[in-house]
């Protein structure tokens, strides 16, 4: 269901990360509550792609259902 996110002791202690980044889905979360949009953070982070930023927020629990 969540391909995109992984947990890895050795990365970042485990938190929650995008398979392939050291970006934490709650680190995804604090830019979007800061008030950057997903274009926002795409444009910014172009590693990313949109299904990564999907599967965080929906990992997280804010994303589209």
């Known amino acids: ?32 509550a800061t008030g950057a949009t997903r274009d926002d953070i795409l444009r910014k982070h172009p590693h990313l792609t949109a299904d990564d930023m999907e599967q965080a927020l929906g990992y997280a629990g804010v994303g589209k259902r």
């Open 1 to 32: 269901m969540f391909d995109h996110i992984m947990s890895d002791p050795a990365i970042l202690s485990g938190t929650p990360i995008v398979r392939g980044t050291r970006i934490s889905v709650a680190l995804i979360l604090e830019w979007v």
